[in-house]
Nanobody, 115 residues
Framework: QVQLVESGGGLVQAGGSLTLSCAAS????????LRWYRQAPQGQRELVAT???????NYADSVKGRFTISRDDAKNTVYLQMNSLKSDDTAVYYC?????????WGQGTQVTVSS
């Protein structure tokens, strides 16, 4: 069973940066997209960023221009570079490998932005 292991979360001051990583423990075939979601306290899970198999990226309006998603297929890893962080970015961040027919989720990593 392939697992996704996230790292890179933590506490940062507003205006700072963090880079999240999500590595698969083994190869995953037929990947359609790699995604990052987040869930704030007492909030719903929100799609933050997507990178498709052809490299196309999409972002939530709230993070456009500040966050960058990227992938390293050789390492089975997806990244989320987060700059100019705001207190509203505080959440648990989850990675998702959307494959056919399965979908894989990371365990979540906490990002806390202090104002």
């Amino acid at each position: 069973q392939v697992q996704l292991v996230e790292s890179g979360g933590g506490l940062v001051q507003a205006g700072g940066s963090l880079t999240l990583s999500c590595a698969a423990s083994g190869p995953i075939v037929n990947i359609n997209a790699l995604r990052w979601y987040r869930q704030a306290p007492q909030g719903q899970r929100e799609l933050v960023a997507t990178i498709s198999s052809d490299g196309t990226t999409n972002y939530a309006d709230s993070v456009k221009g500040r966050f960058t998603i990227s992938r390293d297929d050789a390492k089975n890893t997806v990244y989320l570079q987060m700059n100019s962080l705001k207190s509203d970015d505080t959440a648990v961040y989850y990675c998702n490998f959307l494959a056919n027919p399965s979908s894989y989720w990371g365990q979540g990593t906490q990002v806390t932005v202090s104002s």
